[in-house]
């Protein structure tokens, strides 16, 4: 437990501690402050001080000197005085004649205006006589008997035979006190005790001495700052200029001169800094459209980089930042130059990134990379921090920052991955069966039947036809990326659907599956490629087929898009003439709609790239996914687009247009090569 006494020697502590901190600050800070001068300030500074002093010395000696002369002056006066008037009435004293000694001592204080009081006391310090009177009388027949004790001075009793003199303060100024004692034949009789003013001659005297003391200290001030202005001007100044002008020179401003009217060493130094300075000038003014030139090459190499670029300085504060990294960050229409990269991302690549920009800030690395998912949908970068130094390797100038944008290539190897996975799942599963079947026959040909061999045979044959559309959907992708134009003939479309019907009524009618057809009369001819339209019909057909519930509807139709439709007049006057609009560009549309399950909108998204397939999120049905990406590269080969509408547990619609026979074949041949282009781009070839 502590107790009062070690709780003070605490406090006592702290608040020491604390003084001696505040203490060790403002020495630093005077230390700091006068660093900053040149050797030739300080000196300067220096001398004037020591001037300064030593007159300052003198000037207080000689007022000193003044002063003490001029109180010597008062007390010998004083004195002399006191001395006069008791060689006067001593006699008159030891006679009692106190009439006379009235009389005296008022023609005394009348003589003189510097006596402030005038007292008599007795042996024992009784007030006998006092002018001014200022007391009263005890009887009027001792009207100049006053009841008041003088208190004396003790150095008086001491040495009765000496005058003693003393000087005191009083609001009305200095006065001098004189106690002078009265003996009379050896004997003490009392004490005379005067009040006199200074002597206003001689103060008058003093008051002069004083003022043309500090004239002169005055004087010697004026001369030592006029000194220290001339030396600034002459020579600190001119000093102070070159130094500004060489600090200019070296932010880059050649512009800066000095125009100071000086003539010998120093007139010439600032002539030549000038020189210099026009010749750099001159030299920068010839440069500065090279130097343009190439920062804009540098800009432009930068800002079409396909990965984001960001150039921080030594400090970790942005430079320069492209817009591939402003997209990926989000910073379009911001101002960054200046500010922290840490305090612009996002907290949690701010966290991660900390660690490796400070480690390359201090020198402890000279590169850094690593990998990130950043938003929503999440997307991966990969951030490489490379140190930049200067010419000779030592100093940090900054770090550059390269900013990969590697969602696409992570979600294809992804995409890779599943097709690998998938098609050897599909490879494995047929072949296994086959084999076992086939070996079964093998081994035991002679023990089965031949309703079992059939069925043997039969389950392998089927197997072998799943393992053919494999590599039929396979090889007819690749044939579709390889960006080869394909041929278009006029062609029905009408037979296409029907076939299509044909093959999948058997398996509706199993499933309990209406499908339906509605195509429009005296549909015209299309221009398209009967097999790969009939494939695209067949994916179609079979994913509503497959997605479909029992007792539920899969519908087919055709008609031409956009539809005829006559202009009429406002007051709709059947008789007035009419004309048909039609498309420039006129289509067949197909829709292909079932009441199925329905596809989410996370699905939608992704339905037909490659390798993606519904079922990996339900877990019904199985398939290559491949199919609706085979169908989106068949109808773009055709120069249209299929589009799809869903809603879960309502259906699906799949709808695309087709050209007609009388279609300008140049404007469908420049759409398709747009087509396959996007298409191309928006695949990895070298997945297959």
Same mark, same amino acid.
């Given at each position: 437990?502590?107790? /009062?006494?070690? %709780?003070?020697?605490?406090?006592?502590?702290? %608040?020491?501690?604390?003084?001696?901190?505040?203490?060790?600050?403002?020495?630093?800070?005077?230390?700091?402050?006068?660093?900053?001068?040149?050797?030739?300030?300080?000196?300067?500074?220096?001398?004037?001080?020591?001037?300064?002093?030593?007159?300052?010395?003198?000037?207080? *000696?000689? &007022?000193? %000197?003044?002063?003490?002369?001029?109180?010597?002056?008062?007390?010998?006066?004083?004195?002399?005085?006191?001395?006069?008037?008791?060689?006067?009435?001593?006699?008159?004293?030891?006679?009692?004649?106190?009439?006379?000694? %009235? !009389?005296?001592?008022?023609?005394?204080?009348?003589?003189?205006?510097?006596?402030?009081? =005038?007292?008599?006391?007795?042996?024992?310090?009784?007030?006998?006589?006092?002018?001014? =009177?200022?007391?009263?009388?005890?009887?009027?027949?001792?009207?100049?008997?006053?009841?008041?004790?003088?208190?004396?001075?003790?150095?008086?009793?001491?040495?009765?035979?000496?005058?003693?003199?003393?000087?005191? $303060?009083?609001?009305?100024?200095?006065?001098?006190?004189?106690?002078?004692?009265?003996?009379?034949?050896?004997?003490?009789?009392?004490?005379?005790?005067?009040?006199?003013?200074?002597?206003?001659?001689?103060?008058?005297?003093?008051?002069?001495?004083?003022?043309? +003391?500090?004239?002169?200290?005055?004087? =010697?001030?004026?001369?030592?700052?006029?000194?220290?202005? *001339?030396?600034? &001007?002459?020579?600190?100044?001119?000093?102070?200029?070159?130094?500004?002008?060489?600090?200019?020179?070296?932010?880059?401003?050649?512009?800066?001169?000095?125009?100071?009217?000086?003539?010998?060493?120093?007139?010439?130094? &600032?002539?030549?800094?000038?020189?210099?300075?026009?010749?750099?000038?001159?030299?920068?003014?010839?440069?500065?459209?090279?130097?343009?030139?190439?920062?804009?090459?540098?800009? $432009?190499?930068?800002?079409?980089?396909?990965?984001?670029?960001?150039?921080?300085?030594?400090?970790?504060?942005?430079?320069?930042?492209?817009?591939?990294?402003?997209?990926?960050?989000?910073?379009?229409?911001?101002?960054?130059?200046?500010?922290?990269?840490?305090?612009?991302?996002?907290?949690?690549?701010?966290?991660?990134?900390?660690?490796?920009?400070?480690?390359?800030?201090?020198?402890?690395?000279?590169?850094?990379?690593?990998?990130?998912?950043?938003?929503?949908?999440?997307?991966?970068?990969?951030?490489?921090?490379?140190?930049?130094?200067?010419?000779?390797?030592?100093?940090?100038?900054?770090?550059?920052?390269?900013?990969?944008?590697?969602?696409?290539?992570?979600?294809? !190897?992804?995409?890779?991955?599943?097709?690998?996975?998938?098609?050897?799942?599909?490879?494995?599963?047929?072949?296994?069966?086959?084999?076992?079947?086939?070996?079964?026959?093998?081994?035991?040909?002679?023990?089965?039947?031949?309703?079992?061999?059939?069925?043997?045979?039969?389950?392998?044959?089927?197997?072998?036809?799943?393992?053919?559309?494999?590599?039929?959907?396979?090889?007819?992708? /690749?044939?579709?990326?390889?960006?080869?134009?394909?041929?278009? @003939? #006029?062609?029905?479309?009408?037979?296409?659907? @029907?076939?299509?019907?044909?093959?999948?009524?058997?398996?509706?009618?199993?499933? !309990?599956?209406?499908?339906?057809?509605?195509?429009?009369?005296?549909?015209?001819?299309?221009?398209?490629?009967?097999?790969?339209?009939?494939?695209?019909?067949?994916?179609?057909?079979?994913?509503?087929?497959? *997605?479909?519930?029992?007792? /539920?509807?899969?519908?087919?139709?055709?008609?031409?898009?956009?539809?005829?439709?006559?202009?009429?007049?406002?007051?709709?006057?059947?008789?007035?003439?009419?004309?048909?609009?039609?498309?420039? &560009? #006129?289509?067949?549309?197909?829709?292909?709609?079932?009441?199925?399950?329905?596809?989410?909108?996370?699905?939608?998204?992704?339905?037909?790239?490659?390798?993606?397939?519904?079922?990996?999120?339900?877990?019904?049905?199985?398939?290559?996914?491949?199919?609706?990406?085979?169908?989106?590269?068949?109808?773009?080969?055709?120069?249209?687009?299929?589009?799809?509408?869903?809603?879960?547990?309502?259906? +699906?619609?799949?709808? *695309?247009?087709?050209?007609?026979?009388?279609?300008?074949?140049?404007?469908?041949?420049?759409?398709?090569?747009?087509?396959?282009?996007?298409?191309?781009?928006?695949?990895?070839?070298?997945?297959?």
């Amino acid at each position: 437990m502590i107790n /009062s006494d070690d %709780s003070q020697k605490i406090e006592l502590t702290s %608040s020491n501690e604390k003084m001696d901190n505040v203490s060790g600050y403002w020495v630093n800070s005077l230390i700091t402050w006068w660093s900053r001068f040149s050797l030739r300030t300080k000196l300067l500074a220096i001398a004037t001080l020591v001037v300064s002093l030593l007159m300052t010395g003198i000037t207080f *000696f000689a &007022l000193n %000197s003044i002063q003490r002369d001029a109180g010597m002056n008062d007390t010998r006066y004083a004195r002399d005085l006191g001395l006069l008037l008791s060689g006067n009435v001593t006699e008159l004293v030891a006679n009692n004649q106190k009439k006379e000694i %009235s !009389n005296v001592a008022e023609k005394f204080w009348r003589s003189s205006r510097n006596l402030r009081y =005038i007292f008599f006391t007795d042996a024992e310090d009784i007030v006998q006589l006092g002018i001014p =009177i200022s007391a009263t009388p005890k009887s009027s027949d001792n009207q100049f008997q006053l009841t008041r004790r003088l208190k004396l001075p003790s150095e008086l009793k001491k040495r009765p035979q000496f005058p003693l003199v003393r000087q005191h $303060s009083t609001p009305q100024g200095q006065v001098t006190d004189v106690f002078v004692p009265m003996l009379w034949k050896g004997k003490y009789l009392g004490t005379l005790a005067l009040g006199v003013t200074p002597n206003k001659k001689a103060l008058a005297s003093a008051a002069l001495t004083r003022e043309v +003391t500090i004239a002169v200290f005055i004087s =010697i001030w004026v001369l030592v700052i006029l000194g220290a202005v *001339f030396n600034a &001007l002459t020579i600190t100044r001119p000093v102070r200029a070159l130094v500004t002008g060489v600090r200019e020179i070296s932010k880059g401003n050649f512009k800066s001169r000095i125009s100071l009217p000086m003539t010998g060493d120093l007139g010439e130094l &600032l002539n030549g800094f000038n020189r210099m300075a026009s010749q750099l000038e001159n030299y920068d003014e010839a440069n500065i459209e090279e130097l343009k030139a190439a920062q804009i090459k540098q800009q $432009s190499l930068i800002a079409t980089m396909a990965d984001g670029a960001i150039l921080l300085d030594s400090k970790g504060k942005i430079v320069l930042t492209n817009p591939t990294a402003k997209r990926l960050f989000r910073w379009e229409g911001r101002f960054l130059e200046g500010k922290y990269l840490l305090n612009e991302i996002p907290e949690i690549l701010s966290n991660d990134l900390h660690t490796n920009i400070e480690s390359i800030l201090n020198r402890e690395k000279e590169n850094d990379d690593l990998r990130c998912s950043l938003g929503e949908p999440a997307r991966t970068l990969r951030i490489v921090l490379q140190s930049v130094l200067d010419t000779n390797k030592v100093e940090l100038k900054g770090i550059a920052v390269t900013i990969q944008d590697l969602t696409r290539e992570v979600e294809l !190897n992804a995409a890779q991955n599943r097709f690998i996975s998938n098609v050897s799942h599909e490879l494995r599963t047929p072949l296994f069966n086959i084999k076992s079947y086939v070996e079964t026959l093998y081994d035991l040909k002679d023990q089965l039947s031949n309703e079992e061999q059939l069925e043997f045979l039969g389950i392998a044959n089927s197997e072998t036809d799943r393992l053919t559309r494999l590599v039929n959907d396979v090889l007819d992708l /690749s044939r579709l990326e390889s960006g080869k134009i394909i041929q278009l @003939e #006029p062609m029905e479309i009408k037979p296409a659907i @029907e076939q299509t019907l044909r093959n999948y009524r058997l398996n509706a009618t199993e499933k !309990n599956v209406s499908l339906a057809h509605d195509i429009e009369d005296n549909i015209p001819s299309i221009l398209g490629n009967f097999d790969l339209l009939l494939q695209v019909f067949d994916n179609l057909l079979g994913n509503g087929l497959k *997605f479909s519930p029992k007792n /539920s509807t899969l519908k087919i139709s055709a008609y031409t898009w956009p539809d005829s439709c006559p202009a009429l007049p406002p007051n709709n006057n059947k008789e007035a003439p009419q004309c048909e609009l039609v498309s420039p &560009l #006129p289509k067949v549309r197909i829709e292909i709609a079932d009441t199925g399950s329905g596809i989410s909108q996370a699905d939608q998204e992704k339905i037909f790239d490659r390798f993606y397939r519904v079922e990996n999120a339900v877990h019904t049905e199985q398939g290559t996914g491949l199919g609706l990406s085979i169908v989106r590269g068949i109808i773009e080969k055709h120069g249209g687009e299929i589009r799809m509408a869903s809603e879960l547990g309502i259906g +699906t619609t799949f709808w *695309f247009d087709l050209p007609l026979e009388q279609s300008d074949k140049d404007e469908l041949l420049a759409q398709t090569i747009s087509n396959v282009e996007n298409f191309s781009d928006s695949q990895l070839s070298d997945l297959i």
